[in-house]
């Protein structure tokens, strides 16, 4: 154990890494020998996952108390992620060990389609047990599925106050104490934002905010700009948006974000799509058909270092045949006008990746002439020098069978996969791992039942 001591410290926290499977021995660690207990304490409590299971939230209480009566182990957090399931209840007392749960998750993609309307005054408020200012070396939050917020906005601009060393901040299916609709907060054409001026730079390089349903986004992202201004300096954005009818303030909300980061921004993965079918009621005859990807294009454009853009087009949650022509969404088309004219983005962009839709046999926005178009400009190293990689992921929509009739998902999903890549096969050469310097990967998903 002695030995153990004379190593450097990088080395040392490394060994006891290899016990996180094992949390007993990492604990023994820290009581036999008083030289290794600092580093057990920062291995052992470097990432919580903590998934309260009661609506007295029992384990958060306790992790509470456990952070205030030991400033030590609350320095040594790093990680922390929050999510709230009742179903998974559990009796008996809550111990230490059990806050432990592991080194990090891999990060979940939420898919389209999923549906997570669950009640507020269901969930109990488990950030009103945590004072987080404690946690001041915290770089990894994340508020999952279950976690409720009574003010959204108030909440989130506090968080980043009182973390000031915080580099990535996720919220993922969140809900708002009021799941009433919230009123629009802006009126006509997407506009800039005011941003402060001579802000303290700031340490968040991280924000993703991924399916919350009534969350008041274009207010947080003005308090954020007449908070944080130009010292927030963010390099990777998820913005990803619960359904299709609340598109348009997705659009006004992160647009004006966006063009805030334009300097900054590295990586993008961002919900998309038509703003008007021309379906909904009192929509009919509208003059405002300008699309929502339309003005997102323009500010892409702008968005000189950035390296990596995943755009997710979503389609409306009832489609009926009659009222629409989906043939004629015009989403592909503006994004190859956008990457054939050259922006900004074009010295620097890696990767793209595209989530399309399949709705009943019908390819949305896409065609053999567009697609074509697409694989020339990307593959083309004089306009794209850096790219690397395409990525094409097709949503299977299919309602039209009966149940007698409703072919297996294998024969479904080989059938699309089949139209798809016809009319994709301009990228077909760059499928092999061994082609060149462009790679291509193709895949097709249904939707949850």
């Known amino acids: 154990m002695a030995f153990l001591t004379t190593l450097a410290p990088e080395l040392l926290l490394k060994i006891l890494a290899c016990l996180l499977k094992d949390p007993p021995s990492l ?16 291995v052992f409590f470097r990432d ?48 230490p060990v059990m806050l432990h749960f592991n080194v990090l998750f891999e990060d979940m993609r939420i898919s389209y389609g999923r549906e997570t309307w669950a009640d507020p005054s269901e969930y109990p408020y488990v950030l009103g ?25 108030r909440e989130v601009v506090a968080m980043l106050q009182v973390l000031p060393r ?24 997407i506009a800039a934002l005011p941003v402060a001026k001579d802000k303290p730079h700031m340490s968040l390089k991280t924000l993703e905010l991924d399916y919350a349903p009534k969350f008041p986004l274009y207010e947080l992202v003005r ?18 948006c619960p359904q299709w009818e609340n598109l348009v303030e997705h659009h006004a909300g992160w647009i004006p ?7 900054s921004l590295r990586h993008l993965d961002i919900s998309t799509g038509e703003r008007d079918y021309g379906m909904l009621a009192g929509r009919e005859g509208s003059d405002d058909t300008l699309s929502c990807h339309t003005s997102l294009f323009d500010v892409l454009r702008e968005c000189e270092d950035l390296r990596t853009l995943r755009l997710d087009y979503i389609l409306p949650t009832i489609i009926s045949r009659r009222s629409i022509d989906l043939h004629r969404a015009d989403f592909l088309q503006s994004l190859c006008v956008l990457l054939e004219s050259r922006p900004a983005l074009s010295d620097h962009l890696e990767q793209l990746t595209l ?34 990689m395409f990525r094409l992921e097709v949503l299977v929509e299919d309602a039209l069978y009966s ?31 061994d082609h060149g310097r462009v790679k291509f990967k193709f895949t097709v998903f249904s939707a949850p039942s």
């Open 355 to 388: 989530d399309m839709v399949d709705w009943n046999e019908i390819m949305v926005s896409v065609d053999r002439t567009l697609a074509d178009r697409l694989s020339r400009v990307l593959t083309d190293a004089k306009h794209y020098p850096e790219f690397k």
């Open 403 to 433: 149940d007698e009739e409703m072919p297996t998902l294998e024969e479904e999903n080989m059938v699309v996969f089949m139209r798809w890549i016809d009319v994709f096969d301009g990228f077909l050469p760059y499928s092999q791992q």
């Open 223 to 240: 308090q954020l700009l007449e908070e944080f201004g130009d010292g927030l300096r963010l390099e990777s954005l998820v913005a990803r």
């Open 257 to 263: 974000f966006i063009s805030a980061m334009k300097a």
């Open 48 to 95: 919580i996952e903590l998934v309260e299971t009661t609506k007295s939230v029992d384990r958060t209480r306790e992790f509470a108390e456990l952070l205030e009566s030991n400033h030590t182990i609350a320095s040594c957090i790093r990680t922390l992620r929050l999510a709230v399931d009742l179903s998974r209840r559990r009796d008996g007392p809550i111990s």
């Open 129 to 153: 047990n945590i004072h987080l200012h404690r946690l001041s070396y915290l770089r990894d939050l994340a508020l999952d599925d279950g976690m409720m917020l009574k003010d959204p906005v």
């Open 166 to 189: 915080l580099e990535r901040l996720r919220l993922r299916g969140v809900l708002v104490a009021s799941m009433s609709p919230t009123p629009r907060t802006f009126q006509g054409s």
């Open 27 to 42: 604990l023994r660690c820290a009581h036999v020998c008083r030289a290794l207990r600092p580093y057990a304490l920062e």
